[in-house]
């Protein structure tokens, strides 16, 4: 039955099965087996994408910003003011307008991102694609933000264009683009920057930043801190009324501490309302009278200013304060590193139904910052709340994250869009989560990041999904994430990766029997061996640089036939083809000119290599075995060099025929030398060891040989038994000469028992044990020379 039509009903779908564009590659966001993987097919290619108009980069401005939550009651509406910033502001604005970049320096908390808006408002028709208002927290690598780059000015859903084609078209931005939470600098910002010539950026950073290069030539602008009447403006404004003498005094001791941080009045502002508050609350208890069980003291004291202590950190104070969702919602972003999920999240994560309103009320203390499209703990909360315990659940608070999350990302209602705004908080809580709920996390939120193209964040995921899935022991899991991994780094380009990610996908799946996942897996794999062959195919040729040879190995004499066909053979190699045969074949057959250097054609599809000549090079076979082992004696040989050489045209029909005669030599030769060899290995077990000093003398005679028990030994002829030894007459024995394996080829030496005129070596003993009586009288023994004399070798009959 086919699998298409099994399901039925449309909630069974599997959820977001997507097709986006991938460079060159038609990628297909499978949920169940995995992402599939194709080429572009004739006639779908998409033409190049539009700009977006200044309504739609407006309308995409808006949907970026983070979400107003909803207001607790009494706190201050609309936005706050920005205070003291006018000169920086003109200076930037003028700046940006001149087309040049600004590195904007401040500490957390003084007011960047503020400044930022205000510069965005002045800035809005600069330059001819508006302003466009990005985050580059937690990125070090200047890829995703071109990429945020691109989808923001050009009207491309479901396209993302590879390396080439992503810097063609961001090289044609013209914008101001305002870089909040710069994390990057040195050579990953010079990338940036050289990517887009005609932006001019405005990059807030922290003074804890890496440094931009010399040859940058950006320009600087410090945020330092507020001043006195500043700060002042700045508290009287979050309270919303005058500051008494008492508070004055006290915002101006708080301010020299603080050293004029703008985040530090507003969390002063926020302590002076919850004081008023409580204040107020115990003013109107007054008239009332407590009741008899009520743990309320009849003469309330007044609640005090806080202390310069808790002024300069402020979180425990203020958190003690707000109710009790709120407080829930500081102990979730302690566990997920700071990251405050959104406030539609909170009910579900909290137990709360009016949890979503905790948001308003952290921000509004100054406790939340805005980072992009989302919040975050402020600078120095998060380690203010972990010394008072928040971070005590932040294992349970992590693990309840991350199964909320893996329902949320999994449902069908739930838009990739939505995912991937949340993706800080997600990959927080996969962090923090047991082995189970991660790989249920990375599973369900892997096709949402890779729909809606953030493909960091996919990365990611799927790296710790594989890692969470091999300690948990699932292999079907694990082979999804690998083959998620080949095909992301097939799409940017990493083959190695994307080979080594699919063949470990396929290994796993194979020893699982899943067949739909193994083909899979195999047509991606296909597409990576595609791509390493027209790699190569278009790369340039190697080119190496010939070796260098001496002039004299190359210049060779006149009349050497075997230089010369050596440089016949070299032109041919090169191209020279039947003309090399020819010109070998030509100087075979008998002396020719002087053959000089061959400069072999240069190619370019094959690298030319150039060999060194050599002039003793044999030129024919014979010769190479001639002189290791000669086949005729030397007369004949000298002979043979003095007759007369073949006419010219012969030459070609003797070396047809010599060749048949030259291998069957060649072959005999080769037989004779391997048994030689043999035989020379074998003869030292057969044979006894020498004596080291000299021959050993025995009182008892010697036996003569017996035909037949000597093992290789030939038995005597009659009469040779009756000589005596040389141990006998009282010489030094002779050593016998080596035997060469010349010798042993040669058809006219055959061996003999007869001795030589020459002393003839003595005689190995007979291993034959039974006595026989011999006419060899026994002698004194002779003292050997200082040289020990050499193992005697032993003829043999397999020569």
Same mark, same amino acid.
């Given at each position: 039955m086919d699998h298409t039509q099994v399901q039925t009903d449309p909630a069974e779908q599997p959820a977001r099965v997507v097709t986006l564009t991938a460079g060159?590659?038609?990628?297909?966001?499978? *949920?169940?087996?995995?992402?599939?993987?194709?080429?572009?097919?004739?006639?779908?290619?998409?033409?190049?994408?539009?700009?977006?108009?200044?309504?739609?980069? !407006?309308?995409? !401005?808006?949907?970026?910003?983070?979400?107003?939550? *909803?207001?607790?009651?009494?706190?201050?509406?609309?936005?706050?003011?920005?205070?003291?910033?006018?000169?920086?502001?003109?200076?930037l604005v003028r700046l940006l307008a001149r087309g040049r970049s600004v590195r904007l320096t401040g500490p957390a908390g003084s007011g960047r991102t503020a400044l930022l808006d205000a510069v965005a408002a002045a800035?809005? #028709?600069?330059?001819?694609?508006?302003?466009?208002?990005?985050?580059?927290?937690?990125?070090?690598?200047?890829?995703?933000?071109?990429?945020?780059?691109?989808?923001?000015?050009?009207?491309?859903?479901?396209?993302? *264009?590879?390396?080439?084609?992503?810097?063609?078209?961001?090289?044609?931005?013209?914008?101001?683009?305002?870089? #909040? #939470?710069?994390?990057?600098?040195?050579?990953?910002?010079?990338?940036?920057?050289?990517?887009? *010539?005609?932006?001019?950026?405005?990059?807030?950073?922290?003074?804890?930043t890496r440094a931009p290069s010399d040859d940058s030539h950006l320009e600087e602008v410090f945020l330092g801190g507020l001043a006195r009447a500043d700060c002042l403006a700045l508290l009287e404004s979050g309270v919303g009324r005058p500051l008494t003498d008492e508070e004055t005094a006290w915002a101006g001791d708080l301010g020299f501490a603080s050293e004029g941080l703008a985040l530090r009045f507003v969390q002063a502002a926020a302590l002076l309302r919850q004081r008023d508050e409580l204040n107020h609350r115990g003013a109107q208890d007054e008239d009332e009278e407590p009741g008899v069980f009520e743990e309320r003291p009849r003469d309330a004291a007044l609640i005090p200013l806080p202390t310069l202590a808790e002024g300069a950190a402020p979180a425990e104070l203020l958190a003690s304060r707000v109710s009790e969702s709120a407080r829930a919602a500081l102990r979730i972003a302690c566990a997920l590193g700071g990251e405050l999920p959104h406030h539609a999240h909170l009910p579900a994560l909290v137990g709360d139904t009016h949890a979503d309103v905790a948001v308003g009320e952290l921000l509004d203390c100054g406790l939340l910052t805005p980072v992009g499209t989302r919040y975050r703990l402020a600078a120095g909360v998060a380690r203010q709340l972990d010394g008072a315990g928040y971070g005590d659940t932040a294992a349970e608070e992590a693990r309840t994250a991350a199964r909320h999350y893996a329902w949320w990302t999994g449902h069908t209602s739930v838009t990739p869009e939505r995912v991937a705004a949340e993706a800080d908080a997600v990959l927080a809580a996969l962090a923090g989560a047991d082995v189970v709920a991660a790989v249920l996390l990375a599973r369900t939120a892997a096709p949402a990041f890779a729909a809606s193209l953030h493909w960091e964040a996919w990365e990611r995921v799927l790296r710790s999904g594989a890692e969470a899935a091999r300690k948990a022991g699932e292999v079907a899991e694990q082979a999804y994430f690998h083959h998620e991994l080949g095909v992301l780094a097939l799409c940017e380009g990493r083959l190695d990766r994307a080979r080594a990610e699919l063949e470990a996908s396929i290994g796993l799946r194979g020893a699982l029997a899943d067949k739909r996942g193994t083909v899979a897996g195999r047509r991606a794999l296909a597409l990576v061996a595609d791509r390493e062959a027209a790699g190569v195919a278009v790369s340039p040729p190697l080119r190496l640089e010939p070796p260098v040879v001496a002039k004299s190995a190359l210049a060779l004499p006149a009349g050497s036939g075997s230089g010369a066909g050596a440089g016949a053979a070299v032109a041919g190699g090169a191209g020279g083809g039947a003309a090399a045969a020819r010109s070998a074949a030509g100087a075979a057959a008998g002396p020719g000119p002087a053959a000089g250097p061959v400069a072999a054609p240069r190619s370019e599809a094959v690298t030319t290599v150039v060999p060194v000549v050599s002039t003793a090079a044999p030129a024919t076979l014979a010769e190479v075995f001639e002189d290791a082992f000669p086949l005729t004696p030397e007369p004949v040989k000298e002979a043979r060099a003095q007759q007369p050489a073949p006419p010219a045209g012969s030459g070609s029909a003797l070396a047809g025929r010599r060749k048949p005669v030259l291998l069957a030599v060649g072959g005999a030769v080769a037989v004779a030398v391997l048994g030689t060899v043999v035989a020379l290995a074998m003869a030292p077990s057969e044979t006894k060891a020498p004596p080291a000093h000299g021959p050993r003398v025995s009182t008892s005679p010697t036996p003569p040989a017996v035909p037949g028990t000597g093992g290789s030994d030939p038995a005597p002829e009659p009469g040779a038994s009756a000589e005596p030894s040389e141990s006998a007459t009282g010489e030094d024995p002779v050593v016998a000469p080596a035997v060469t394996p010349s010798s042993r080829t040669s058809p006219s030496r055959k061996p003999s028992a007869k001795p030589s005129t020459a002393k003839p070596s003595s005689a190995p003993p007979n291993p034959d044990p039974d006595p026989a009586p011999s006419t060899s009288a026994p002698t004194s023994p002779v003292p050997s020379s200082p040289t020990s004399p050499e193992p005697p070798v032993t003829p043999s009959s397999g020569g």
């Open positions: 060159d590659f038609t990628l297909t966001v499978n *949920p169940v087996d995995g992402s599939e993987i194709e080429p572009h097919r004739p006639g779908t290619a998409t033409g190049r994408p539009a700009k977006r108009t200044a309504a739609d980069r !407006a309308a995409r !401005a808006a949907a970026a910003r983070p979400p107003v939550p *909803p207001l607790p009651a009494g706190a201050p509406a609309g936005p706050r003011p920005l205070l003291g910033r006018d000169e920086e502001c003109e200076r800035c809005a #028709d600069v330059a001819p694609d508006g302003v466009v208002r990005l985050s580059a927290y937690g990125h070090q690598h200047p890829g995703e933000i071109l990429h945020a780059l691109y989808a923001a000015v050009y009207e491309a859903p479901g396209e993302r *264009p590879d390396r080439a084609r992503l810097l063609e078209r961001v090289r044609e931005i013209g914008a101001v683009v305002l870089l #909040d #939470d710069l994390d990057m600098g040195g050579p990953a910002l010079d990338e940036l920057l050289r990517a887009t *010539p005609e932006c001019a950026y405005l990059l807030a950073a922290t003074p804890d």
